[in-house]
């Protein structure tokens, strides 16, 4: 069945990764900026990163009929040092016209720090400025419920509509909160740390199918890049229709996307 | 929809499973030397919310057993990763 993988690290993944979700059904890929697997020691780490995204990734994907788009930012992971964050959000301009950047993100919290949330703060402004939509990580474990909180109180004081911002890896005890506030929620198909596919489908059924996404975030950890896919065999398992299948895994990312100018599915 | 029949039939024996393997793994820590932390402490928060947890879904109960309560930003990280359970001692 055709789908989008809205939330994946291909940089952390091997061709035959490409090769194995295109033979899925996979049409589109769409990369947030993120952490790597260890901290980039200077700004030119981070421009260099970005080139990968806007340049390398592509061109590594359309070999296999997948369109690949990016998000940009610097991630909460690296940046806890404001200085050093501000740097690299210096660079980001410098990108934000390439054609396949889709908005900003993964911006968000990672251990809800002073320091994390003033840099997404920082962040949300520069969506503002550029008029792009918002992708957010919340973060994980134990900080996941309270992340979740501190965001939605920074982007009801920032004023940014919520119709364009999605919050990812949303669990039973964040989902509520980020759809209720009219934002639109991801769900994360990660072993051990996020979701399994019976709880993704749990939470379609309590939350409902609209303004929600699932991904695999698929990245440097134990992570599958099949995630998706074999989610859509569980909903079959579980008697979902094949039009709601298609809404979940294709059209309701499709509808989120195309509020970026660069995005589209055709051609 | 399925059945409750239809939803036993996909996930009892996974949920035995995993069952068994909380229970295994219980066992494990009585049996082996050494002290326990916040994390153990927590496992068994959340396996009590799971058992009696009010007005809310299990699934949402539990997690928030596992989750840190407290609301303002921290002053700074002090590591980039996390443990599962809250360190503080932390009011629901
Ligand atoms: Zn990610």
């Given at each position: 069945?055709?789908?989008?993988?809205?939330?994946?690290?291909?940089?952390?993944?091997?061709?035959?990764?490409?090769?194995?979700?295109?033979?899925?059904?996979?049409?589109?890929?769409?990369?947030?900026?993120?952490?790597?697997?260890?901290?980039?020691?200077?700004?030119?780490?981070?421009?260099?990163?970005?080139?990968?995204?806007?340049?390398?990734?592509?061109?590594?994907?359309?070999?296999?009929?997948?369109?690949?788009?990016?998000?940009?930012?610097?991630n909460p992971k690296?940046a806890e040092?404001?200085?050093?964050?501000?740097?690299?959000?210096?660079?980001?301009?410098?990108?934000?016209?390439?054609?396949?950047?889709?908005?900003?993100?993964e911006i968000g919290l990672n251990k809800n720090t002073v320091s994390e949330l003033a840099i997404f703060e920082?962040h949300?402004?520069?969506?503002?400025?550029?008029?792009?939509?918002?992708?957010i990580h919340t973060p994980h474990?134990?900080d996941k419920?309270k992340g979740t909180k501190l965001i939605l109180?920074a982007?009801?004081?920032?004023?940014?509509?919520?119709?364009?911002?999605?919050i990812?890896h949303?669990?039973?005890?964040?989902?509520?909160?980020?759809?209720?506030?009219?934002?639109?929620?991801?769900?994360?198909?990660?072993?051990?740390?996020?979701?399994?596919?019976?709880?993704?489908?749990?939470?379609?059924?309590?939350?409902?199918?609209?303004?929600?996404?699932?991904?695999?975030?698929?990245?440097?950890?134990?992570?599958?890049?099949?995630?998706?896919?074999?989610?859509?065999?569980?909903?079959?398992?579980?008697?979902?229709?094949?039009?709601?299948?298609?809404?979940?895994?294709?059209?309701?990312?499709?509808?989120?996307?195309?509020?970026?100018?660069?995005?589209?599915?055709?051609? | 929809?399925?059945?409750?029949?239809?939803?036993?039939?996909?996930?009892?024996?996974?949920?035995?499973?995993?069952?068994?393997?909380?229970?295994?793994?219980?066992?494990?820590?009585?049996?082996?030397?050494?002290?326990?932390?916040?994390?153990?402490?927590?496992?068994?928060?959340?396996?009590?919310?799971?058992?009696?947890?009010?007005?809310?879904?299990?699934?949402?109960?539990?997690?928030?057993?596992?989750?840190?309560?407290?609301?303002?930003p921290i002053?700074?990280a002090?590591?980039?990763?996390?443990?599962?359970?809250?360190?503080?001692?932390?009011?629901?």
């Amino acid at each position: 069945m055709p789908y989008i993988e809205p939330h994946a690290h291909m940089v952390s993944r091997t061709t035959a990764d490409y090769e194995a979700m295109a033979i899925a059904g996979c049409e589109v890929i769409c990369e947030p900026a993120f952490w790597a697997g260890f901290d980039r020691s200077s700004p030119q780490g981070f421009h260099d990163y970005y080139r990968q995204l806007t340049e390398y990734e592509p061109a590594r994907a359309a070999k296999f009929g997948i369109k690949h788009y990016c998000w940009l930012c610097i991630n909460p992971k690296e940046a806890e040092d404001a200085g050093f964050a501000r740097e690299v959000m210096a660079i980001i301009p410098e990108f934000i016209d390439a054609p396949t950047v889709l908005g900003i993100g993964e911006i968000g919290l990672n251990k809800n720090t002073v320091s994390e949330l003033a840099i997404f703060e920082e962040h949300v402004e520069i969506a503002k400025k550029y008029d792009l939509p918002i992708l957010i990580h919340t973060p994980h474990l134990e900080d996941k419920l309270k992340g979740t909180k501190l965001i939605l109180d920074a982007l009801k004081n920032a004023n940014v509509d919520p119709a364009r911002v999605i919050i990812d890896h949303v669990e039973e005890h964040t989902a509520g909160l980020v759809l209720d506030a009219g934002f639109w929620a991801g769900m994360t198909l990660y072993p051990e740390s996020k979701c399994t596919p019976a709880r993704a489908i749990d939470m379609l059924e309590n939350f409902g199918m609209e303004n929600i996404w699932m991904n695999s975030a698929c990245d440097w950890g134990i992570s599958d890049p099949l995630a998706v896919p074999k989610c859509i065999q569980e909903m079959k398992k579980r008697q979902i229709t094949r039009e709601l299948v298609e809404k979940v895994v294709y059209d309701n990312p499709a509808q989120f996307l195309s509020q970026s100018k660069n995005f589209s599915i055709d051609g | 929809m399925p059945s409750k029949e239809d939803i036993l039939d996909l996930y009892f024996m996974d949920a035995r499973c995993k069952l068994i393997d909380i229970a295994a793994f219980l066992d494990r820590v009585d049996r082996h030397d050494g002290n326990t932390d916040f994390r153990f402490d927590g496992f068994h928060k959340a396996l009590e919310a799971m058992q009696n947890p009010g007005d809310k879904p299990r699934a949402q109960a539990v997690l928030e057993a596992l989750s840190d309560h407290s609301e303002e930003p921290i002053p700074k990280a002090t590591i980039q990763g996390a443990f599962g359970a809250p360190q503080l001692n932390t009011e629901n």
